[in-house]
């Protein structure tokens, strides 16, 4: 079973910058996705960022140019650099994982099985 561990979270002003990392062990798939997703109070957990298994990188409109996710080439620790940071990008950040990358593109919370705990992100303006 794969096991994914968020660690990096916390509070910065409106501009500031956080990097988050997530230990994943157990990936024993050739072909897979890993990502991020964010979940504000109130509101549904959407996708932040991916990479796939070949290096292959997608991000979510509202992140591009300011965030910027990365992987260690044996795919151990995942890592979500968060830069301009704004208000709105507050909340609850999650790892995720699974094999296969063809839906890798889309973001979609419900096509991942593994998922770690989730680290705060607080963003005061």
């Known amino acids: 079973q794969v096991q994914l561990a968020e660690s990096g979270g916390g509070s910065v002003e409106a501009g500031g910058s956080l990097r988050l990392s997530c230990a994943a062990s157990?990936?024993?798939?050739?072909?897979?996705?890993m990502a991020w997703f964010r979940q504000a109070p109130g509101k549904e957990r959407e996708g932040v960022a991916s990479?796939?298994?070949?290096?292959?990188?997608h991000y979510a409109d509202s992140v591009k140019g300011r965030f910027s996710i990365s992987r260690d080439i044996a795919g151990n620790t995942l890592t979500l650099q968060l830069d301009s940071l704004k208000a709105e990008d507050t909340g609850m950040y999650y790892c995720?994982?699974?094999?296969?990358?063809?839906?890798?593109?889309?973001?979609?919370?419900?096509?991942?099985?593994?998922w770690g705990r989730g680290t705060q992100v607080t963003v005061s303006s």
């Open positions: 157990r990936i024993g798939y050739s072909s897979y996705c």
């Open positions: 990479i796939e298994s070949d290096g292959t990188i």
């Open positions: 995720a994982a699974d094999r296969g990358t063809y839906y890798c593109y889309a973001l979609n919370r419900h096509d991942f099985n593994y």
